[in-house]
């Protein structure tokens, strides 16, 4: 496709509910990376794929949320139990090189809401 | 610690005046510095960057950057804002700890709302 496609937009779930948010980056994106944006904040980092080796989660809040892109190309971000803490849009970004002057490209989001 | 801070959560100008989002960092190294945009119910917008060089980067939409050293600032400007300028910006820097030095992730900025009035 022409971007990074996120689905589904919106989300809503139960709280204690187990939830799985897509990401298709760029056809031949190398880097992928998952933010987290909580209602009035930028993003904030938490993971990082190079292909298909996760690299980084450092940013992952608990052991309830994981990551995975087993193919080099769509990435899933799972989050079990969900909390209402939970509650942002989750941003999926993809960039073409591994150099840190490549800018990196957003979906649209996934807005996900516990209740 | 690396950071990027906005001063402003809001700025507010009228259409056809110049328009300043200002944008302080901190990292080690030489920085890498973004901006991108948000629209309501958007993903972020890549606006312009600074790696290198010249320390005014022109890029999307008429937005231009001014990367100043000594102050570790990267102010975003405009010299006529536009009504549909009005959105939601970032400053971001690129976290050059980690990786050797090969691509990190981004660092945010809280974001500054722009409002422009016709």
């Known amino acids: 496709g022409a971007g990074v496609s996120q689905s589904p937009r919106y989300k809503v779930a139960k709280r204690g509910q187990d939830v799985a948010l897509r990401c298709d980056p760029i056809s031949g994106h190398v880097s992928l990376f998952w933010y987290q944006q909580a209602l009035g904040q930028g993003p904030e980092f938490l993971t990082y794929?190079?292909?298909?080796?996760?690299?980084?989660k450092s940013g992952l809040p608990s052991d309830r949320f994981f990551a995975e892109r087993p193919e080099g190309s769509v990435s899933t971000l799972k989050i079990q139990r969900t909390q209402q803490e939970d509650s942002a849009v989750y941003l999926c970004a993809s960039s073409p090189a591994l150099m840190p002057n490549t800018e990196a490209f957003f979906g649209q989001g996934t807005r996900l809401t516990v209740v | 610690a690396q950071s990027v801070a906005q001063p402003e959560d809001q700025v507010n100008v009228a259409e056809g005046n110049p328009l300043t989002v200002k944008c302080t960092y901190s990292?080690?190294?030489?920085?890498?510095l973004f901006w991108y945009v948000q629209y309501p119910n958007r993903g972020l917008q890549f606006l312009l960057k600074?790696?290198?060089?010249?320390?005014l980067v022109k890029g999307s939409y008429g937005f231009e950057a001014e990367f100043n050293k000594s102050q570790t600032s990267f102010h975003l400007k405009k010299p006529s804002a536009l009504v549909s300028d009005s959105a939601l910006y970032f400053c971001a820097v690129r976290d050059m700890l980690k990786y050797g030095g090969s691509q990190g992730n981004l660092i945010f900025g809280k974001g500054t709302k722009l409002s422009v009035k016709p």
């Open positions: 794929f190079q292909n298909e080796a996760q690299l980084d």
């Open positions: 990292v080690s190294g030489n920085p890498y």
């Open positions: 600074y790696i290198t060089g010249d320390n």
